[in-house]
């Protein structure tokens, strides 16, 4: 098993641009998470999916973000326009069921100058 | 709203010293409690789970945990402590939609 793969591992964008983070969830995993890590606020829940549907987006930091999950096995977290605030590490995770753990991607180290 | 606590940022031990990180939750039910930890530019690793049955709960690594719901604790702990074990360990909450801790930074001493 692959595990959680992340694309790519290091994105460096200029202000203004789209940026697109990549996830593929483990097979047979029916709920996948996006997380962003920073100093300031830890790990924060960004959106998350069960069977390829949004259930709680709450943690969207503004319409600026967006995710989708157009099959089982990919999805993307879409930030337009990027702002230097944005620049963090975002996670992807996937598990089968929730009281089995969540099993993480290495992550996207974002950093918009 | 379920919500966890972690109120040590950074411990620092000696290896071979036995550890105990602290967790407290705040959560309606039943919690489901986990224990992550991170190595630097890595993601995260399930080191152990609780969600019902025996209080103490063994993980990987060596690692501990005790549920005490009459302090809403979850703490890890390790009777000793190796220096691979250098890392930011993350207490979490829930299920659907875990929340988690802010993270203790561990430093092992030589």
């Known amino acids: 098993d692959a595990g959680v793969i992340q694309s790519p591992r290091h994105e460096v964008t200029e202000m203004g641009q789209e940026v697109t983070l990549r996830c593929k969830p483990i097979s047979g995993h029916n709920s996948l998470f996006w997380y962003r890590q920073t100093m300031m606020r830890g790990l924060e829940l960004l959106i998350y999916f069960n069977n390829n549907v949004p259930i709680d987006d709450s943690g969207m930091p503004e319409d600026r973000f967006s995710a989708k999950m157009p099959n089982a096995s990919f999805s993307t977290l879409k930030i337009q326009p990027s702002e230097p605030r944005d620049s963090a590490v975002y996670f992807c995770?996937?598990?089968?069921?929730?009281?089995?753990?969540?099993?993480f991607g290495s992550g996207t180290r974002l950093t918009v100058v | 709203a379920q919500s966890v606590t972690q109120p040590d940022i950074h411990i620092t031990v000696s290896e071979g010293a036995s550890l105990e990180l602290r967790c407290n939750y705040s959560?309606?039910?039943?919690?489901?409690l986990f224990w992550y930890v991170q190595s630097p530019g890595q993601g995260l690793q399930l080191l152990l789970k609780y969600f019902s049955g025996d209080t103490l709960v063994q993980g990987i690594k060596g690692f501990e945990a005790e549920f005490k719901r009459s302090q809403s604790s979850f703490n890890l702990r390790k009777p000793s402590v190796h220096w691979s074990d250098a890392a930011e360990y993350f207490c979490a909450v829930g299920a659907s939609d875990m929340r988690f801790g802010a993270g203790t930074r561990l430093t092992v001493k030589p």
């Open positions: 995770a996937s598990t089968p069921g929730g009281i089995r753990g969540y099993t």
């Open positions: 959560y309606g039910a039943t919690p489901y």
